[in-house]
């Protein structure tokens, strides 16, 4: 709109709406900033007697925040690093392929995209459950018995690393896929054919030309995965039980949900820290919102 | 290019999309088939169905259309996706992107403060508004409307389904404001200054030009954030598991309450199978609507 000054009129309603729409929408974290800060904070939102770090430093030591964190961290970095890994030659291949299979595929993962996963949680757990008893079978036959606990925490379906990556990943997938494809569409394919020309076979392409091509499209696609895996409740919830691989959203679950006096300094604390990489990758992922979902779909 | 090298490349192609074939056919793909399947038969993960689940053709659907529970949930589905994200998001959201048109110094402030609660995970978004909605006179929504002269009241369990509708357009505003945005950045100044020209007024330009320009944006908003607000779960089942007494029970919640609470694995699905066939009829609409070029 061409700015014409305003009335002062419009100016009082135009800066008295967003000043409420502003209110509304930071109140919430007034409570969980203040409550962080202060060793007596309680459910309501009052002024602290006292502000320090003291329950920062309760959440590494007398609570396994530091285990919950790096779970976390370990889960949605690998999803978000296999998504990269699958998105960039998938889009790549999506992109640069004529098949027949290509408009099917394009199709089939803008619906993939608009299945709840409440909807597939049931048949989920099934086949989540299938592949852990095949792994444990594999795992007991070459790892001796004293180990086998420890090594399905890695490889495990259920209760596991592996399995949850590989869920987080494909849940993720389709958006990533359809970024890079894309993304690719508008890298013309000159670089390439002159790259061949020059002789070089496809893995000096991929690490030369379309690499450092790729990198914004890279940025994004894994951006938007990690914000969708980090703030992901659903799969945690569902698939992951035993304490020590409990994740953030799980841990700040159930300490929210404990029958005995609840701790809101400590949970605050804990919130605060697992808000802290949402809110840095949503601000360095929001010059890619419009153009990923103006024709996109929502993460 | 030679055709040996043609063909090189397709198979390279076949070979780079494969990984990721096998992982969405194993990981929704399959389980999407199963779930029909699954709806199909009395499986229960616990009870005497549990040891030889057996296939009972329609009957798991014959029990939905009389259980009350099912319709409930659908009931609050419905309200739920109207009033926060077809109404409260999108009002809000294309109101801020309105008034946040003009430049002023605390604009990209402003910008910020709507858009943060869409980036926070919906755990602690939960959680912040447990301590909002918390009842007793120390309350913060309690003390906000204590200036209004109403009395303190219980938020969540008084008026449950209105409190998840308002978490829900708080958490979404951000994002209909960013879509509604760059919808009216397509709309051309000289519109609006031809419209002045011929002496309109502002209700005039908003319902003459801005809204009709906008209606491909709203269009698309509102497919996406119909399917992203059915798939809701973690936001409202962290703050209310679905009660009190079922009254936030949105259908994904009823799923997982039916499916891992009463362990009714076949009922649990033919529910799933529903919603799912409900999400593909709005996704093939997206997909035309979007005439997505492949």
Redesign the interface.
């Known amino acids: 709109?061409?700015?014409r000054p305003?009335t002062p009129k419009t100016a009082a309603s135009?800066y008295g709406?967003?000043f409420v729409?502003?209110l509304?929408?930071?109140?919430?974290?007034v409570?969980?900033l203040t409550?962080a800060f202060d060793p007596g904070a309680g459910?309501?939102?009052?002024v602290p007697a006292k502000v320090d770090l003291s329950n920062f430093f309760r959440v590494f030591q007398e609570e396994d925040g530091l285990l919950w964190l790096m779970n976390s961290l370990i889960v949605c970095g690998g999803a978000t690093l296999l998504v990269l890994v699958?998105?960039g030659?998938?889009g790549?291949?999506?992109s640069?392929?004529h098949?027949w299979w290509?408009?099917p595929?394009?199709?089939?993962?803008?619906?993939?995209?608009?299945?709840?996963?409440?909807?597939?949680?049931?048949?989920?757990?099934?086949?989540m459950l299938t592949c852990n008893l095949a792994i444990a079978g594999v795992v007991r036959s070459v790892v001796p018995p004293d180990y086998v606990r420890s090594v399905m925490r890695f490889v495990g379906f259920i209760d596991g690393y592996l399995g949850l990556i590989?869920?987080l990943?494909?849940?993720h997938?389709?958006l990533a896929?359809w970024i890079m494809k894309t993304f690719f569409d508008s890298v013309s394919r000159e670089y390439e054919e002159a790259a061949?020309m020059d002789g070089a076979t496809?893995g000096q392409r991929l690490r030369r030309v379309l690499l450092p091509l790729a990198m914004p499209g890279l940025a994004a696609s894994g951006l938007f995965a990690f914000?969708a895996a980090?703030?992901?409740?659903?799969f945690p919830?569902?698939f992951i039980s035993s304490p020590e691989l409990k994740m953030l959203?799980l841990g700040?679950?159930s300490a929210?949900l404990r029958d005995s006096q609840i701790d809101?300094g400590l949970?605050?604390a804990i919130?605060v820290i697992?808000?802290a990489p949402?809110?840095i990758?949503?601000?360095l992922a929001?010059r890619f919102?419009?153009q990923t979902?103006?024709?996109g779909?929502?993460g | 290019?030679s055709v040996s090298f043609t063909r090189r490349?397709?198979w390279?192609?076949?070979f780079?999309?494969l990984?990721?074939?096998l992982?969405?056919a194993?990981?929704?793909?399959?389980?999407?088939g199963?779930?029909v399947y699954?709806s199909l038969t009395n499986e229960a993960l616990s009870g005497p169905a549990a040891m030889n689940p057996r296939f009972v053709g329609f009957a798991n659907y014959a029990k939905l259309l009389t259980d009350q529970n099912f319709w409930r949930s659908l009931a609050i589905t419905f309200w739920f996706v109207l009033f926060s994200a077809i109404i409260g998001q999108l009002v809000?959201g294309l109101?801020?992107a309105m008034?946040?048109?003009?430049?002023f110094a605390l604009r990209p402030l402003?910008n910020a403060?709507?858009?943060?609660?869409?980036?926070?995970?919906?755990?602690?978004?939960a959680?912040?508004?447990?301590?909002?909605l918390?009842a007793?006179e120390?309350?913060?929504l309690n003390?906000i409307v204590a200036w209004f002269g109403v009395d303190p009241q219980r938020w969540l369990t008084s008026f449950p389904l209105t409190m998840i509708i308002i978490v829900n357009i708080?958490r979404g505003?951000?994002?209909a404001m960013?879509?509604m945005?760059?919808g009216?950045s397509s709309i051309s100044?000289e519109l609006?200054?031809a419209a002045r020209m011929d002496g309109a007024n502002t209700s005039q330009i908003f319902r003459r030009i801005t809204l009709p320009l906008l209606v491909p944006t709203i269009f698309?908003y509102l497919l996406?954030?119909t399917?992203?607000t059915?798939?809701i779960?973690?936001l409202v089942?962290?703050l209310t598991r679905g009660g009190p007494a079922g009254s936030t029970e949105l259908?994904?919640?009823y799923?997982?309450n039916q499916?891992?609470n009463s362990y009714q694995?076949g009922y649990?699905?033919a529910v799933?199978?529903v919603?799912?066939v409900f999400?593909?009829l709005?996704?093939?609409l997206?997909?035309r609507a979007?005439k997505?070029d492949?």
């Not at chain 1, 509304?24 to 974290?29: A, L, S, T, V």
């Not at chain 1, 980090?230 to 659903?234: A, E, I, K, M, S």
């Not at chain 2, 008034?99 to 430049?103: D, E, I, P, S």
């Not at chain 2, 403060?113 to 978004?125: C, K, Q, S, T």
């Open positions: 709109m061409a700015e305003d135009r709406l967003l729409i502003s509304y929408c930071i109140m919430p974290f409570w969980l409550a459910l309501f939102l009052e699958l998105s030659f998938g790549y291949a999506l640069r392929t098949a290509k408009r595929f394009l199709y089939a993962i803008i619906l993939v995209r608009v299945i709840p996963p409440t909807a597939l949680i049931v048949p989920l757990y099934k086949v590989l869920l990943a494909t849940m997938l389709p896929l061949i496809f914000i980090w703030g992901d409740f659903l919830l569902t959203p700040i679950y929210f809101y949970l605050a919130a697992y808000t949402a809110i990758a949503f601000a929001r919102l419009v979902f103006g024709g779909l929502k | 290019m490349e397709a390279r192609n076949r780079l999309i990984p990721s074939v992982l969405l194993a990981f929704v793909v399959y389980p999407a199963f779930a699954t809000l109101l801020s008034l946040l048109n003009r430049r402003v403060i709507i858009l943060m609660p869409n980036a926070v995970p919906e755990v602690v978004a959680l912040m508004w447990a301590s909002m918390a007793g120390y309350g913060t003390n708080w505003i951000g994002f960013i879509l945005t760059s009216l100044d609006y200054e698309l996406v954030s399917v992203s059915i798939a779960f973690g089942f962290a259908v994904g919640i799923i997982y499916s891992f694995l649990g699905s799933a199978v919603v799912l999400s593909l709005v996704g093939m997206y997909v979007l997505v492949v």
